[in-house]
């Protein structure tokens, strides 16, 4: 396996060039902050990135739990990885990753500093210090599986990969729940009030029963009791569900898995 390393401080812009890196020299997978990356995937590991405190974050950064460290092992060893970008603030914590991981000596060390200008680097660490804006090298459909509440941001580039071909590639900024700007933090109440004043904005003839929100890993699944009259039942529901989904995603940045109308009760006119 030959094993690539891009190396800079926190914060110079490391992540935000990771694919273009990967792009030009044929490589697959990445390793970043905690997750392996394959192509616009993560195939395993958890992010620092969700990490409540900072140094919760770099132990998990620098694979320190050995069930997490084992799983992304597994998954290197499972998908027969060939060539792979380590991307670390420093050559001994890119030492430290490749010891656990088991990937072997590096073949190729990049630095930020050769790869971005003095100025593009400044830029980078102003927007951590002053915003707390970090990049994942990922698009957003496939951050918001995984970073479920946190801010998210798109951003777009186009280059030219090794064959001279334009490649679009989509990357993510995230605020991540360890900035000093403080947690992120959404109240399963917040959350109920959003859903009952969706459903209380619809001319439908709908009363609300329960309300239940479950947090899980990667979201959050609601489910609603509901009454409603006899006839059309499903034209309401669907309703129901496109507006709390547009109305949460918008307004709390969570990744909906499910919404769940529950009729419990119908009614008849008289």
Partial sequence: MKVYSLVGPSGTGKSYRALKVSYENDIEYIIDDGILIHK?????????????TKMEAVRRAIFEDVVHKNKVKEAIKRNNVDKILVIGT????????????????VHKEISIYDIATKEEIEKAKTSRLQE???????????VKRHFSGMFRNPIKLLFKNKNSEVEEVEKTLVRPTFSYLGKYFISERAIIQIIDYEISNLNEDIRVYAIEVSDLSKGIEINIKVGMKYGNLISPSYKIQQNILKSLENMTLLNILAININIVRIYFDK
């Fill in 132 to 142: 707390g804006i970090h990049i994942v090298p990922l698009p957003t459909f496939e």
């Fill in 90 to 105: 420093s050559r001994r914590m890119i030492n430290i990753i490749c010891d656990r991981l088991e990937l072997g000596k």
């Fill in 40 to 52: 616009n995937k993560i195939i395993a590991g958890v992010s620092a990135k969700r990490a409540s």
